[in-house]
């Protein structure tokens, strides 16, 4: 068990559904990034937070969003889906320490499913 | 803005023979750099880090910041080594106090060991 938890780990949906993905980072890490994988376009930085707040923003459609909590787990929210949303999507969260120097730990995924 | 460049989406070897699969970057400041592997859409797994100089599972991975290269190498492949790799960079943390450690990926590279 990497400690980066992600549920559901399946999900199905119809185009114009919202969804929401859940993530619960390592025990002790306060920064949390999401990431979407798909064939064409690889992984692809979402947004990060850090104890709470937005971090950086990378390519997120303003059709999603997303927050961390107090307790520092976080939750992406999905709307007005469409077939092209249809992903695996990856939630990591790494120690905070100025730089990066010991990686990410990443979660198993959801798999998004859109019809 | 910081690019990480894996040239090869694919790449097969037959197993005992070496393996490089190239990473290049670009990036103004002091990088950091990493290699995840990827196993089946399974999660992603910090494979090195150049920080570390570490050897894992016989991969290493030589930071030339002449080339801005970190190519990942191994002697002797074995058919285990099949998956996804990704090359990796942090830009840390910047002037600015943002961007506490997100990380742009490459495309990836599928690595396919034959028997």
Known sequence: ?115 | AQRVTQPEKLLSVFKGAPVELKCNYSYSGSPELFWYVQYSRQRLQLLLRHISRESIKGFTADLNKGETSFHLKKPFAQEEDSAMYYCALSEGVNAGGTSYGKLTFGQGTILTVHP
């Open chain 1, 1 to 115: 068990d990497s400690g980066v938890t992600q549920t559901p780990k399946h999900l199905i949906t119809a185009t114009g559904q919202r969804v929401t993905l859940r993530c619960s980072p390592r025990s002790g890490d306060l920064s949390v990034y999401w990431y979407q994988q798909s064939l064409d376009q690889g992984l692809q930085f979402l947004i990060q937070y850090y104890n709470g707040e937005e971090r950086a923003k990378g390519n997120i459609l303003e059709r999603f969003s997303a927050q961390q909590f107090p307790d520092l787990h976080s939750e992406l929210n999905l709307s007005s889906l469409e077939l092209g949303d249809s992903a695996l999507y990856f939630c990591a969260s790494s120690v905070s320490a100025p730089g990066l120097l010991y990686g990410y730990t990443f979660g198993s995924g959801t798999r998004l499913t859109v019809v």
